[in-house]
């Protein structure tokens, strides 16, 4: 049974710095990895998809990187904003069961002014 | 572009009522998904269609049912809801089941 767990569960950082959230995994058979950012009560707005082939995806000062083999994903945020605060959602969908996400508990993270 | 829409948005219904959820999908998508995140939890998979056929079921309670049209909407009933059904449900859209999941913004049910 695939379980996904996200390390630390709350970050606060002070405003410019580079930061890195964590994920992993225990079932490395993952068809793609994506990472969620989530805003007190609000929906889920996907950052970046990971296929199983590809090793990362950037998209503005955002860099995901996938390590299959070890059953670990990274977030790499640089220059961190205050808008940058809120919940980092990370998600695998398994071969197994290719209809489904699982997530993992997420990150809180709060960038201080 | 367009997305995923749910409606409605918010819902509150008292103990053992009723509540539908509906969602339609991005425009040509045929599979659809619905996520249940109670309080300070992490989305929960509850059930799925792929062509108006369920295709995979996760922890959806017996109380809940749902169901794809042909139009490829999707509707998620909930009977005899329980204090314990307050949560945000999502719904997602996919081409296919394999595809990258799309996520409505979420209908947010609060039972009284």
């Known amino acids: 049974k695939q379980e996904v767990t996200q390390i630390p569960a709350a970050l606060s950082v002070p405003e410019g710095e580079n930061l890195v959230l964590n994920c992993s995994f225990t079932d490395s058979a993952i068809y793609n990895l994506q990472w969620f950012r989530q805003d007190p009560g609000k929906g889920l707005t996907s950052l970046l998809l990971i296929q199983s082939s590809q090793r990362e995806q950037t998209s503005g000062r955002l860099n995901a990187s996938l390590d299959k083999s070890s059953g670990r994903s990274t977030l790499y945020i640089a220059a961190s904003q205050p808008g940058d605060s809120a919940t980092y959602l990370c998600?695998?969908?398994?071969?197994?069961?290719?209809?489904?996400?699982?997530f993992g508990s997420g990150t809180r993270l709060s960038i201080r002014p | 572009a367009a997305g995923v829409i749910q409606s409605p948005r918010h819902l509150i219904k008292e103990k053992r009522e009723t509540a539908t959820l509906k969602c339609y999908p991005i425009?040509?998508?045929?599979?659809v998904y619905w996520y249940q995140q109670g309080p300070g939890q992490d989305p929960q998979f509850l059930i799925s269609f792929y062509e108006k056929m369920q295709s995979d079921k996760g922890s959806i309670p017996d109380r809940f049912s749902a169901q794809q049209f042909s139009d490829y909407h999707s509707e998620l009933n909930m009977s005899s809801l329980e204090l314990g059904d307050s949560a945000l449900y999502f719904c997602?859209?996919?081409?296919?089941?394999?595809?990258?999941?799309?996520f409505g913004p979420g209908t947010r049910l609060t039972v009284l």
């Open positions: 997602a859209s996919s081409n296919g089941t394999t595809d990258t999941q799309y």
């Open positions: 998600a695998v969908k398994t071969l197994s069961s290719a209809s489904k996400i699982i």
């Open positions: 425009p040509r998508h045929d599979t």
